[in-house]
């Protein structure tokens, strides 16, 4: 009998152990979900922004400002596109560009273009003006009519050897 007691109170110590360790298993896991759960919630409250609206996002902000102007995008030339293949072809006869990058459409004589004023890229002016108006670069060799840091520095001086005899 005294067997039998001393069996069953060591399997209800295993068990007890079993039931410690999985209480403390389920508070970490707990700690760890309240944790995550904050930071999330902090992320969220830190990207957006609250204006008179109650809808301005600080991302669609970036987006919306890191594009050209409208005065910018209107500024460049506009004509058709049997214009700009004959001027195209006067300065450089074999670029012609056949189908705008962007919408994969071919041009037609009867399409209005607009050209790129520092590559001469023509892409539809339905095409280029919403890209514009998000990237203030052309969609295919990314040049970009905005100044940049580097372009605006001062050049660098020259400088003469110095000799000593």
């Known amino acids: 009998m005294n067997n039998a007691n001393n069996t069953a109170s060591s399997g209800s110590g295993n068990l007890s152990g079993f039931g410690y360790g999985l209480v403390v298993s389920m508070g970490i896991l707990v700690i760890a979900i309240s944790i995550i759960l904050v930071c999330f919630h902090c992320i969220r409250?830190?990207?957006?922004?609250?204006?008179?609206?109650?809808?301005s996002n600080n991302v669609v902000e970036y987006v919306q400002r890191s594009g050209l102007d409208e005065a910018t995008i209107l500024s460049y030339p506009k004509l058709l596109y049997?214009?700009?293949?004959?001027?195209?072809s006067e300065v450089t006869p074999t670029a012609t560009c056949c189908c705008c990058s962007i919408c994969l459409g071919d041009y037609k004589d009867s399409d209005m273009v607009r050209v790129l004023p520092d590559c001469a890229h023509l892409f539809h002016v339905s095409c280029i003006d919403p890209w514009l108006r998000i990237h203030?670069?052309?969609?295919?060799?990314?040049?970009?009519?905005?100044?940049?840091?580097?372009?605006?520095?001062?050049?660098?001086?020259?400088?003469t050897p110095i000799w000593i005899s």
């Open 82 to 88: 049997c214009e700009a293949r004959l001027q195209k």
């Open 136 to 159: 203030p670069t052309c969609p295919l060799c990314r040049t970009s009519p905005i100044p940049t840091p580097l372009t605006q520095l001062p050049p660098l001086p020259t400088s």
């Open 45 to 55: 409250k830190r990207l957006s922004t609250v204006n008179n609206d109650g809808n």
